[in-house]
């Protein structure tokens, strides 16, 4: 039986049908998804380091970096499906890449929480990191084992590594998903309550009038809305396991996993929080370490 222990190209021995996927990955759209994600990771190095925005900085640019990674290796399997490298490269890496995403999105509640007035907040500002932030990190790795075994049965042809690998890996988007759910929903009740007190609040809420602000609100929901369409469609996908139809429908893939994450990247590179939310910069780092001082100061 073809395998990529035992298939290094497509031959009448190891036909292309034989493969995980079972197609050669389109040049152009995988060659322009790749050039995307490395100008979104050029700019928000280069963004991040001008504003400073460190933390934002370092999980979008490496989710951005992984993803560039991940479609040059696809790139590589148009010319050679049964090029194992490549395609043990781009299991693990876009599978990760949009954990990343999701959790310098989750950075920015925190920030307008600060911004506007915590007392409506059902959590502190700094809980906001301490809760979705490690659930992130907790996906990130539950998905990094997983794709590593997934990747590494290739090698091994052990089936049972192939199936362990995958359910870590489904468990991993699982919780991903449950997470940026509940952070959408605190998110959208924080804005209800906002909305609620508005006569209350007065001048507090004159920056959110401010048109830049407005735009980042804009493209951190629209990244959003794609890195959870992303995440929820690659449930069944990984579900029905490796080689399954879901995985072999190349379209389905490129649209409902690299539009979307192309469509959050662009979003929140375009519309930078550095000069259209400048909290999220270490000018906020001041602020965060008063509220903290006050939190201890106060009688309880």
């Known amino acids: 039986m073809a395998s990529y222990k035992t298939c290094f190209d497509v031959s009448p021995e190891c036909p292309v049908e034989e493969t995980t996927y079972g197609y050669y990955p389109v040049l152009w759209a995988n060659a322009l998804f790749c050039a995307i994600f490395g100008l979104c990771f050029v700019v928000q190095l280069g963004l991040g380091t001008y504003y400073k925005t460190w933390t934002w900085m370092a999980t ?13 290796s696809r790139t590589f399997m148009h010319y050679n499906p049964w090029n194992n490298s ?7 890496t876009i599978i990760l ?23 409506l907040s059902r959590l502190k500002p700094r809980q906001y990191t ?7 990190f907790s996906c990130i790795a539950l998905q990094a084992v997983g ?3 997934a990747a590494s049965a290739g090698n091994t042809g052990k089936l049972s590594v192939l199936n362990a690998g ?3 890996i489904v468990t991993g988007i699982v919780l991903q998903v449950v997470n940026l759910v509940v952070f959408g929903a605190v998110g959208a009740e924080y804005a209800w ?8 609040l007065g001048a507090k809420l004159d920056y959110a009038k401010n048109g830049k602000f407005r735009a980042f609100i804009v493209a951190v929901s629209i990244a ?3 890195v959870l369409i992303r995440t929820t469609y690659r449930i069944p996908e990984m579900a029905f396991g490796w080689g399954s139809e879901n995985q072999r429908n190349e379209l389905e893939f490129m649209v409902l996993d690299g539009l979307m994450v192309v469509i959050a990247a662009i979003s929140i590179t375009v519309v930078h929080p550095g000069w259209s939310f400048p909290a999220l910069a270490g000018t906020i780092k001041s602020r965060a370490r008063k509220t903290e001082q006050e939190d201890v100061s106060t009688p309880q």
């Open 147 to 149: 794709g590593g075994l």
């Open 60 to 72: 979008i640019a490496f989710g951005c970096g992984l993803e560039f990674a991940g479609y040059i």
């Open 130 to 136: 301490w809760i979705f932030i490690p659930i992130d």
């Open 224 to 226: 959003y809305l794609t």
């Open 97 to 119: 890449a949009p954990s990343f995403l999701a959790a310098g999105i989750n950075l920015t509640l925190k920030h307008i929480v600060l911004s506007f007035d915590e007392s």
């Open 86 to 92: 490549a395609y043990q490269a781009q299991i693990i």
């Open 193 to 200: 309550r906002l909305r609620k007190h508005k006569t209350e």
């Open 166 to 168: 995958n359910n870590i």
